[in-house]
């Protein structure tokens, strides 16, 4: 549950910053629990204000798929740092 109230926060505050509204946020915290449930939560706040922020792009469209891709793409960048 705490989990899912500090995704559902991080992903408030990137639609703010964005201007733009997800059509289910809690399908898309469903979803991103699921996806990622081996990256630490730290991990996947981080990637979603880095996102929301431009790091990986312009956001045209505020999506399940496109916050999967903001963690994707963090994930690549933390994967040297590991080995």
Same mark, same amino acid.
Do not use: H
């Given at each position: *549950?705490?989990?899912?109230?500090?995704? $559902?926060? @991080?992903?408030?505050? @990137? *639609?703010?910053? +964005?201007?733009?509204?997800? /059509? #289910?946020?809690? #399908?898309?915290?469903?979803?991103?629990? %699921?996806?990622? $449930?081996? =990256?630490? +939560?730290?991990?996947?706040?981080?990637?979603?204000? #880095?996102? @929301? +922020?431009?790091? !990986?792009? /312009?956001? !045209?469209?505020? @999506?399940?798929?496109? =916050?999967? %891709?903001? %963690?994707?793409? !963090? %994930?690549?960048?933390? $994967?040297?740092?590991?080995?």
């Amino acid at each position: *549950m705490e989990c899912e109230d500090e995704i $559902k926060k @991080s992903l408030a505050i @990137s *639609m703010d910053r +964005l201007g733009m509204d997800f /059509k #289910n946020i809690d #399908n898309t915290i469903s979803d991103l629990i %699921i996806e990622f $449930k081996g =990256v630490p +939560l730290k991990d996947v706040r981080e990637a979603i204000r #880095n996102g @929301s +922020l431009g790091k !990986y792009g /312009k956001t !045209y469209r505020l @999506s399940t798929q496109e =916050v999967c %891709i903001w %963690i994707r793409e !963090y %994930i690549k960048t933390k $994967k040297p740092s590991l080995l």
